[in-house]
Structures are given as structure tokens and as C-alpha cells.
């Protein structure tokens, strides 16, 4: 099945800097990519997410960069603030149905200092 | 509009006890899910639904049950706790499909001990 990994479990960076994300997965065959973002003592919101015929996508401070080749994708964040301190989830599926799962990464830690 | 709403927050139970999580969502989505995250997990799925009277198996279904009488309502039953169910778990509903455009509620967190 589907392998979903995030590299640093942390990531501390200070204010106004930028921030990347990485993720990587197992399965080729995979075309669907969300990242989720989970505050304190909340559920995981979708914040942007891309599809294999696509490389880039942006939404404001976001975007999301997909290497199907390598198989890895990755989230930036410009001009970072503390309120995008959370845990970011990235995760994967294949398939075209609706009843495609996703398979979700571990979580990384993003800390914005002030 | 509440979005996916999930009861109780938090639970404490014994080994052997059973228990029902409520999940309610008011945007008459067809897709609903469970999932449980554990520390240095991610989120694991538990069981689907793909419409009313339609449930299936996710990823680590034993020990829980699910029904879906409504469109609104996705109930997870534990049928006798275990300590290894304690975890947090989260409902999600969504109208395009199990893995697209995912609604989360804000969780409940559950101890067996």
C-alpha cells in the first residue's frame, strides 16, 4: 500500500521567514495530494491541495510544489506568522472514484517564533 | 451551519466498558469517515460511509462497529475497550468523495485505562 512520509518531525522558524515542508511517497500511481493543518485542540482543516497534472498550486501565503518523478511534494509558506503554528498533515491517494482513501503522513511540528 | 460536530470531547473508560462517539454533520454530505491519530501516527482510518445504509471497513477497523441510518449521523461504537483504543479520534464528512475536501470535527479524546 500507500507510504506516506514527513521529514523533520519539527521545524522551528522565526517570524516573517519561510517555511518548507516535505513529503514523500511510495506509490506512483497516487494523484491526489491535500495538506491538512491541525491547531491545538482542533480537528485538521484542509488548507490547499494539488493533483498529479499539476505542478504548482498557490493560495495566498501557500502553495504546494508536486515532483511526480520523485515522488516527493512539498508545502511553502511565505512570510510566516505565529498563528501558522500547528501540526501540518500531509497525505495521498490513487484513483479517480470517490472511494479513493487517503493516506496520511505523521505530522510535522511547525513552530513560528516571534 | 455547525459543520461536523462530535460528542463527547473527552471520555474516560474502564477496560470491557462499551461506548458510542457521536458524529452529526449539517452539510448533507454523502462521505463520512473515523479516523484515530496517535501520537507519531498520523490518522489511521477506522470505518466509512459512503451514504446512508452503506458502511465499510477502513484501515484498522477491529474493535469498533459503525452504522449510518441518516445522512446526518456516522455513530462509532466500541464494543469492549481496550487500552490500546486509547487514542483521539476524529470524524470527517465530506460531498467529493473519502479523500477530497475533507471536514474535520474537533475530536475526542478517549482514555481506556
Known amino acids: 500500500g500507500e507510504n506516506v512520509e514527513q521529514h523533520p518531525s519539527t521545524l522551528s522558524v522565526q517570524e516573517g521567514d519561510s517555511a518548507v515542508i516535505k513529503c514523500t511517497y511510495s506509490d506512483s500511481a497516487s494523484n491526489y495530494f491535500p495538506w491538512y493543518k491541525q491547531e491545538l485542540g482542533k480537528g485538521p482543516q484542509l488548507i490547499i491541495d494539488i493533483r498529479s497534472n499539476v505542478g504548482e498550486k498557490k493560495d495566498q501565503r501557500i502553495a504546494v510544489t508536486l515532483n511526480k518523478t520523485a515522488k516527493h511534494f512539498s508545502l511553502h509558506i511565505t512570510e510566516t506568522q505565529p498563528e501558522d503554528s500547528a501540526v501540518y498533515f500531509c497525505a495521498a491517494s490513487k484513483g479517480t472514484g470517490a472511494n479513493s482513501k487517503l493516506t496520511f503522513g505523521k505530522g510535522i511540528t511547525l513552530s513560528v517564533r516571534p | 451551519n455547525a459543520g461536523v460536530t462530535q460528542t463527547p470531547k473527552f471520555q474516560v473508560l474502564k477496560t470491557g466498558q462499551s461506548m458510542t462517539l457521536q458524529c452529526a454533520q449539517d452539510m448533507n454530505h454523502e462521505y463520512m469517515s473515523w479516523y484515530r491519530q496517535d501520537p507519531g501516527m498520523g490518522l489511521r482510518l477506522i470505518h466509512y460511509?459512503?451514504?446512508?445504509?452503506?458502511?465499510d471497513q477502513g484501515e484498522v477497523p477491529n474493535g469498533y462497529n459503525v452504522s449510518r441510518s441518516t445522512t446526518e449521523d456516522f455513530p462509532l461504537r466500541l464494543l469492549s475497550a481496550a487500552p490500546s483504543q486509547t487514542s483521539v479520534y476524529f470524524c470527517?464528512?465530506?460531498?467529493?468523495?473519502?479523500?477530497?475536501?475533507?471536514?474535520f470535527g474537533s475530536g475526542t479524546q478517549l482514555s481506556v485505562l
Open positions: 470527517a464528512s465530506s460531498d467529493r468523495g473519502l479523500n477530497e475536501k475533507l471536514f
Open positions: 460511509s459512503v451514504g446512508a445504509g452503506i458502511t
